[in-house]
């Protein structure tokens, strides 16, 4: 349903009409300048060649660096997404479970379903702002739960969890023999500190990016900090698969972490802003939604709500939105991505206000 | 064993010691100008979001126009690695089998074990001429055969299948009810002209990239041909798995084929130059080699080598082969590209030759 809402926005682009696109995490920034032209003259250079499955050494020996790990424990990969669906095919075999507080990025259920195994969720609310129910997690967990998927902050809520339940969380899911893979790759921008999943040791996974933190969705970058063997069979699977990711992209990425706590902050100076915004124009309607710990999401709920249908509508007064279906069983919600600037943001709220039924 | 030896010459170059590395098929030439700086101009234009999980329109109609297909029938593919990766794990499920004639590229093998299927060879050599047995391999395709891979012009022999004997092949495959992948990297770019899988229709695929003909094996851009519904298919998978593309590596991969003949011819002409070169030196030996159809590679074999044995001493004298086992049943061959200069490849080869046994 997200991609069919994201191909009729297009197809309604191309005949002409304006649409504000709220329906993407893709934000409207540039990727930074210095970025592209790192890339660009590693290009020159020739890096341009088949390179390391694990990823360039200098990046990860940067990344190590930052982690306080290895280079070993690091591993470059097609985006996030890769990392994340590589480690479900190494780790997970038919009969295994994973369980995700839900709502969750949509990916990660297809996932789940693409390997074949089971996707069990932990149900939250709006109504409880969101607190994970740490004895439901409990008791959600079995001997077959081979992975627990932590995403904090979340999309689509963009809310962090607070550093006591992550803790419990991890403890449960270690205690029962499960492995905590943490996608955080909205952390560096949140406007909250989160908890890090590295603060337990490799034997958890980290999964992050460079896409929102840097503004580089397109071009295809994350990585995966695991326990070293792991990391080998990683390499092992980009080997017979992606092969590596572009040397020349490795490189944009590496001058970027030169200045990484320039580039997070203006993002995150950046979609304050448009948070706050967001939250003025919303505050007055009779959605309820809590206030975002981190860019780039809304996720408010209308009682009654078949949020299919409301996408599919919304797109005729010109606003994209995801519906809440897509990130689980959130019928009555729907995902606002503030990815556009803040005039767009502003117009396209109002318009989607008034459709409200 | 091929990577063992890739990352040993790493080491010593690392060590300062000068290596002459036929072990690769990544060509010393650098990507056209003309490409770089469509991708550069691109990525300028702000082609850096997340795209098409099917690849940009406009590179999807110019390779239908060029196949004669539908654009529908094209997905672009994080090399052609990932197509065929891809293509396996839809298609296949276990107590499938594959058959293969061999030797064969390494990473189909790998594939098809990471998939869990039976990989079957059709074991050919160099006294023969690389011919295919057909009705051997008639007789290795059984109920479960799904798949066919043809891979011609080869590597590592760079032996094109004559027409009849593909189109025997095909035929046999298709009325036993088995698919033929045939991966075409090597075509664009052959000496002698290859049969293509697509005058058979799109009910069989092609796999096809940019890495050999376009000179951009680091920018891992592929593609493949198939029929409508597998191709959706594979756009699902790519939509949880690698996402899409670059955008701007697209651009310049499209920018590439308006010149894609003279592109070619350039290859084309260096390689014959260098295969006969190599050509002069080896045959005062006692190798036995066939004429290359194709860039880039020689498979000779020495009666009694034990390859990789061989390939690991070379590194002493400053040369890296390939050794036959990474290519199936093939202890007494070894690969040589001839990815490097003219002068380089006369010093190596003589190297090499001093070296043998």
Redesign the interface.
């Known amino acids: 349903m997200l991609?069919e809402i994201s191909e009729k926005a297009i197809q309604l682009e191309n005949q002409g009409k304006k649409i504000i696109k709220f329906n993407?995490g893709?934000p409207d920034l540039?990727?930074p300048p210095e970025i592209?032209e790192a890339?660009?003259q590693a290009?020159?250079q020739?890096?341009?060649?088949?390179?390391s499955a694990a990823g360039e050494k200098a990046l990860r020996e940067e990344l190590a660096n930052i982690h306080g790990v290895s280079k070993d424990n690091v591993v470059v990969t097609?985006?996030s997404?890769?990392a994340i669906?590589s480690l479900f095919?190494l780790l997970l075999k038919k009969g295994d479970n994973i369980v995700v507080p839900s709502p969750h990025w949509t990916?990660y259920e297809?996932?789940a379903k693409?390997v074949g195994v089971e996707f069990r969720v932990l149900k939250r609310d709006i109504e409880s702002d969101w607190k994970i129910d740490v004895e439901k997690f409990d008791q959600l967990i079995d001997k077959n739960t081979r992975l627990v998927l932590l995403n904090s902050p979340n999309n689509p809520t963009s809310k962090v969890i607070d550093d006591k339940t992550f803790t419990e969380l991890v403890k449960i899911a270690n205690d029962k023999g499960a492995k905590v893979l943490s996608d955080e790759v909205y952390a560096d921008i949140s406007f909250v500190k989160p908890k890090r999943i590295l603060e337990f040791g490799t034997d958890n996974m980290l999964v992050d990016g460079f896409s929102k933190s840097f503004?580089?969705?397109?071009?295809?970058i994350g990585y995966a900090v695991v326990e070293k063997e792991l990391a080998k069979k990683m390499v092992k699977?980009n080997?017979?698969?992606?092969?590596?990711?572009?040397?020349?992209?490795q490189y944009g990425a590496l001058k970027g972490l030169e200045d990484r706590k320039r580039i997070a902050d203006n993002i995150r100076t950046t979609f304050k802003v448009r948070a706050d915004a967001a939250y003025s124009v919303l505050s007055n309607t009779k959605m309820k939604f809590s206030k975002p710990d981190a860019p780039f999401y809304l996720f408010p709920k209308v009682d009654g709500l078949d949020s299919e249908r409301f996408a599919l509508d919304l797109l005729d007064s010109g606003v994209a939105v995801a519906p809440g279906t897509a990130f689980g069983d959130y019928r009555e919600y729907f995902r606002i991505a503030l990815t556009r600037p803040e005039d767009e943001i502003k117009e396209g709220l109002e318009k989607l206000c008034e459709a409200l039924p």
Chains 1, 2 share one sequence.
């Open positions: 991609y993407l893709d540039p990727t592209v890339a660009y290009i020159k020739g890096k341009t060649k088949y390179s097609t985006g997404k890769w669906y095919s990916s297809l996932a693409q503004l580089m969705t397109g071009w295809r699977l080997q017979i698969t992606t092969t590596c990711v572009p040397a020349f992209i």
